[in-house]
């Protein structure tokens, strides 16, 4: 989806990114750990942020 020029992915688009299930993305974005917009009962995460979010993870697991 694209709002203001941006790319967003639903939780549970980014839930399959991260392999990670939709309820850990909501948690994440309810504790701030992940930004987001809420539009209606629906968070939309940046694209890029996930990437971000993505390498980091990757990064503290070496």
Same mark, same amino acid.
């Given at each position: ?13 980014? &839930? %399959?990114? /991260? ?7 909501? *948690?994440? !974005? ?5 930004? &987001? %917009?809420? /539009? ?7 694209? *890029?942020? !996930? ?12």
């Amino acid at each position: 989806m694209v709002i203001d020029g941006e790319h967003y992915l639903t939780a549970t688009e980014t &839930a %399959r990114r /991260l392999r990670v299930c939709d309820e850990t993305i909501r *948690r994440w !974005v309810r504790l701030g750990r992940l930004p &987001a %917009r809420k /539009l209606g009962f629906q968070y939309f995460i940046l694209e *890029r942020d !996930v990437e971000e979010y993505a390498k980091a993870k990757v990064k503290s697991s070496l």
